[in-house]
């Protein structure tokens, strides 16, 4: 039996988008526990990878924004449920190399991964946006228009991309309440203090 991957550790999953970064990092500070990032962590596990074990991971980040994003939808969103069950074990690793109390953060904390190592439904969340509120968000966010500019046609790559994210956010939220655990979605109508607080509450985080 696979061993659970509990103590010490709490876990926020989400789609991109969501505000769980700024959430995660409130609670952290407030809790006072060690920050763990998985897109921070994304590109070193890209390349450190080995072929055999990560092929979504070398096929995704040698190509090109608009390559990945001319593929058709499904093709892209299977990819990213490819690439972060890759991306998994290095994740592990790296809180077993760093041990102590942690929080963890990031889209690559799929509801089926943590389920597979025993992870109870008081010790994980996912936080997901509605797609308006995507959407919206993401118009706000200048960097996003400088990523897409050097495209051929950035609003078709804007569409597609904000497709991808909201059939991942739903294809996340459903697995994570298949599983048992909450799931939290996000519509602009609760800031960041209050998403804050309803986390903190479901994983009853420490108090320093």
Not at 60 to 82: K, N, W
Not at 128 to 157: C, G, I, K, N
Request: glycine residues 6%; charged residues 25%.
């Amino acid at each position: 039996m696979m061993t659970a991957v509990t103590d010490g550790r709490w876990w926020i999953g989400g789609s991109p988008c969501s505000g769980k970064s700024t959430v995660a990092g409130l609670l952290a500070t407030r809790s006072n526990l060690r920050l763990y990032s998985c897109d921070d962590a994304f590109e070193r596990h890209a390349a450190a990878v080995r072929p055999d074990a990560g092929p979504t991971l070398q096929k995704v980040t040698a190509m090109s924004l608009e390559e990945r994003l001319a593929q058709p939808v499904e093709i892209q969103v299977g990819d990213v449920f490819r690439l972060y069950r890759e991306q998994f074990p290095l994740i592990l690793h790296d809180l077993d190399d760093a041990g102590g109390p942690v929080l963890a953060e990031g889209a690559a904390l799929l509801p089926e991964l943590l389920a597979g190592r025993n992870v109870p439904a008081d010790r994980a969340v996912w936080v997901v946006p509605t797609e308006d509120f995507q959407h919206r968000h993401y118009r706000q966010r200048t960097w996003a228009a400088d990523l897409l500019a050097p495209t051929s046609d950035p609003q078709r790559a804007f569409r597609r991309w904000m497709r991808r994210d909201a059939d991942f956010a739903r294809l996340v939220a459903e697995q994570a309440r298949e599983l048992g655990y909450p799931v939290i979605t996000v519509d602009g109508t609760t800031d960041a203090t209050g998403i804050a607080a309803t986390v903190d509450a479901l994983l009853a985080l420490p108090r320093p």
